[in-house]
């Protein structure tokens, strides 16, 4: 299956309304559509035996899917009380209709559900529509990991940023159910 095709707005908000037949536990059959899709999103993509690892260690890895075509995926691991999301990708085509802020608040209550007090995330200071995304969305940026992404001319910074739950963590916020 190609990661490139079309899809109409019309068609992301119902992916948005289904939620919870869309989401759903990444799988090793799902391995080959999200390597094919994470090296069209990315000049350094994550390799399939990232994935496949991130999978094999119990990372909580999930795809959204819509008719088998493969519209995004993420992956998180909770670290004591906090929730680190490592990769978060929208197809290309899926873009700009609202799917990447639905999974991030899907995210944001997963670790709410894991009583993570915290989402903490990298992004790369070149990326300016993901820095732009994640203050849009309460992200404040807290750190810098220096060299940390590779770069066509060496290596690149990270920008970490976190947001930090208010009030008490876990139990209220459900895991499932629409974004």
Not at 87 to 107: C, F, K, M, T, Y
Not at 136 to 151: L, Q, S, V
Request: proline fraction near 4%.
């Amino acid at each position: 299956m190609s990661a490139r095709y079309a899809i109409a707005p019309a068609d992301v908000s119902a992916v948005i309304a289904q939620w919870e037949s869309r989401c759903r536990p990444m799988a090793e059959g799902d391995l080959r559509d999200v390597g094919r899709l994470e090296s069209e999103i990315y000049s350094f993509p994550w390799s399939k035996g990232n994935f496949a690892d991130s999978v094999d260690a119990g990372y909580d890895a999930w795809v959204v899917r819509d008719d088998g075509r493969l519209l995004a995926y993420c992956v998180m691991m909770l670290v004591l009380d906090e929730v680190h999301l490592l990769n978060i990708s929208v197809a290309p085509a899926a873009q700009g209709h609202g799917l990447g802020r639905a999974l991030l608040d899907w995210v944001e209550r997963r670790a709410r559900a894991l009583s993570a007090l915290s989402v903490l995330l990298e992004v790369r200071p070149s990326n300016l529509v993901a820095l732009g995304f994640y203050e849009r969305h309460g992200y404040r940026r807290i750190g810098i990991r220096r060299g940390y992404y590779p770069a066509a001319r060496g290596r690149e910074d990270a920008i970490v940023m976190r947001k930090t739950f208010d009030g008490i963590a876990g139990g209220a916020a459900p895991v499932g159910g629409a974004p």
